[in-house]
């Protein structure tokens, strides 16, 4: 299967600061998704990004498919953006292969 | 409404118990899953059905069998488990384009396993 890799593992941010989480990838994907998940196990949609840039509120993600990765951009970090953050991708296969996760801690 | 629905959202079982996880989507997706994950881990595979058919089993032990009984419902059959199947449990739905391949992916809330 596809092999995916996020950084950093872990992420301690100040309320109000800008971080960059990353997620490479071994092979061309069809899908690629960004997921928060919360403490209850709820994995929220943040985006769906085979390519491109696109823009939710304070979050942003690009993904750069020839060069196999993609960036998810928090800014203003507040409280409630704590969590683990999971980048998924798959061929269109069905086999949607998840990294092991970026732990967010934004302290107020 | 992109809301995939699970129940129970919490199950304790014993290990010689019969029980079952429900999973409902009304989006219209042709395709739904079942993922397992562990604590501190990523959501790892399980089964796919496209079409009401199964169509992928990642090695899972037959203790665990799903049921797809029409293109809205899943259901995930425990029988005879282990406490190292304590987990939880995430079901998913995605529609299907070109006949054959799955686009973006939106998962229930979960149902949180603890077999004793």
Redesign the interface.
Same mark, same amino acid.
């Given at each position: 299967g596809i092999q995916v890799e996020q950084s950093p593992p872990d992420l301690i941010l100040q309320e109000g600061a800008n971080s960059t989480l990353r997620c490479n990838f071994s092979d061309s994907v069809?899908?690629l &998704?960004w997921?928060h998940q919360n403490p209850? *196990? &709820? @994995?929220i949609?943040l985006f769906?990004i085979p390519s491109g840039t696109k823009q939710n509120g304070r979050l942003s993600a690009t993904t750069v498919a020839t060069e196999r990765y993609s960036l998810l951009y928090i800014s203003s970090s507040q409280t409630t953006d704590s969590g683990v953050y999971?980048c998924?991708v798959?061929r *269109?296969?069905?086999? @949607?292969?998840?990294?092991?996760?970026t732990t967010v801690t934004v302290r107020a | 409404d992109t809301e995939v629905t699970q129940t129970p959202k919490h199950l304790v079982m014993g290990m010689t118990n019969k029980k079952s996880l429900k999973c409902e989507q009304h989006m219209g997706h042709r395709a739904m899953y079942w993922y397992k994950q562990k604590a501190k881990k990523p959501p790892e595979l399980m089964f796919v059905y496209s079409y009401e058919k199964l169509s992928i089993n990642e090695s899972v032990p037959s203790r665990f069998s799903p049921e797809c009984p029409n293109s809205s419902l899943l259901n995930l059959h425990l029988h005879a488990l282990q406490p190292e199947d304590s987990a939880l449990y995430l079901c998913a739905s995605s529609q299907v384009r070109r006949g054959s391949m799955n686009t973006e992916a939106f998962f229930g809330q979960g149902t949180r396993l603890t077999v004793v």
């Open positions: 069809n899908n &998704q997921f209850w *196990g &709820q @994995l949609n769906y999971f998924a798959d *269109g296969d069905y086999k @949607l292969s998840f990294g092991a996760g | -």
